[in-house]
């Protein structure tokens, strides 16, 4: 291999360092919410960076996070091999929602990712989007299941939690996006 060639994958490899230092705890972030589990979710965020590392030298003036991101929500959505049952069900903050209203619910509220695109990405209707961001917030706000299935308390209560509003404050009084990060308009990471 000629030194001009060393070179180039010495870029290309010190611009891939890079992006993961960068990205890697944004995506795990998302995919812990998604799987409620740590080792799934770093499973999930490995494979995306795998798969953007595979096509690292066709991206042009393509997006590498929304590529990464693009991965990690096919390979969550289509229930990807090494995710367990319990995983794909999902497990902490958003353990009541079904993995579609999970995946959407991160996507447009902690991802900021447009309604069009989130359909697009997963082959949608953009009014079935809409639909499953309504009802993964009205399940978020109704407080946690009893074991039985009644709600826990009195309406506007998650035990330790703390209070859910109307406006869907949970706990640290700034809604959902409190409940797992902050907006980009709020100045949260990204």
Known sequence: MGKRHEAAAERRDREFEG??????GRLLHA??????????AERLV???LARTWACW???????????????????????WGPLSPRARRGGGVLARLAPRERLVLVLRLVEGVDEEQVAAQLGLPVDRVRALLSRACTVMRSGPAEPGGGPAGP????????????????????????????????GGPR
Do not use: N
């Open 31 to 40: 995919a812990t919410l998604l799987t409620g589990d740590r080792a799934a």
């Open 57 to 79: 030298l066709q991206l042009r003036d393509e997006d590498p996070y929304a590529l990464a991101r693009l991965e990690l929500v096919t390979a969550y959505d289509r229930g």
């Open 155 to 186: 309406a506007g209560t998650v035990g330790a939690a703390g209070p859910v509003g109307a406006a869907g404050t949970v706990g640290t009084g700034r809604g959902l996006r409190g409940l797992v990060g902050r907006s980009r308009s709020e």
């Open 46 to 48: 490995e494979r995306a």
């Open 19 to 24: 992006f993961v230092a960068g990205a890697a």
